[in-house]
């Protein structure tokens, strides 16, 4: 090992040890050169849930908690988006510094009409993402989410979304700033919300 990979590889282990979880780790692992960790994220193109195309650039200034994710996931999605939800009603305040975002991994299905009913079901200060396939591709590779599609026989659904579920946080600069498990439960993260952001 190199000396910058080698810190790279620290970094990413503490990062793992951070979100409790070896999915980062493998993640990572598995896509060799690894970028640095500062280097998460970036560029995206993609469309709102009132239709309207936006970038990155429109989030600037404001913390974004990212979940990746698609509106027909049976249990993990609504899940972690409810615990968000819970999470900002324990600490309201954050609401004015943050935004949190479902992007969509299943362009597919998750047009903006249906990301708009989906996510306003969990509060106004939702956003939706999606975009064309090439579109959510480009951002889940910059951002390294894993989302697969899987076949589901016997169900008029067709196929399933394979995909990580940590919770990510990005800074008003854009970069990245940390990961949360989606198991937290709200006050727990509510408070690490509130440690990071001041
Ligand atoms: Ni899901």
């Known amino acids: ?12 282990i503490a990062i793992a040890a951070a979100v409790g979880t070896a999915a980062v780790t493998l993640l990572v692992l598995r896509e060799a050169p690894a970028p640095a960790v500062a280097g998460l994220g970036g560029a995206f193109s993609l469309t709102d849930q009132d239709g309207k195309r936006v970038t990155e650039a429109d989030f600037r200034g404001r913390y974004m908690l990212i979940f990746f994710g698609f509106t027909n996931c049976p249990d993990v999605c ?9 999470a900002l009603d324990v600490a309201p305040a954050l609401k004015s510094k943050l935004t949190p975002v ?3 991994v299943d362009p597919e299905r998750d ?6 009913s989906y996510v ?3 509060g ?3 956003r939706g993402l999606t975009g064309s396939p090439d579109e959510i591709a480009a951002m889940l590779k910059a951002y390294k989410v894993y989302a697969k599609k899987v076949p589901l026989d016997g169900s008029a659904l067709g196929y399933t979304m394979d995909h ?18 989606p198991a937290l439960d709200p006050p727990a993260l509510a408070a690490r919300l509130q440690e990071t952001i001041k």
């Open 111 to 116: 047009t903006p009409a249906a990301l708009k």
């Open 1 to 12: 090992m190199g000396k910058g990979t080698r810190a790279l590889f620290l970094a990413l």
């Open 78 to 86: 609504p899940m972690t988006l409810q615990r968000i939800a819970d």
């Open 124 to 126: 106004p200060e939702f």
């Open 120 to 122: 306003a079901a969990f």
């Open 102 to 104: 479902l992007v969509s």
């Open 164 to 181: 990580s579920a940590l919770i990510y946080l990005y800074g008003p600069d854009g970069a990245f700033v940390t990961a949360y498990d």
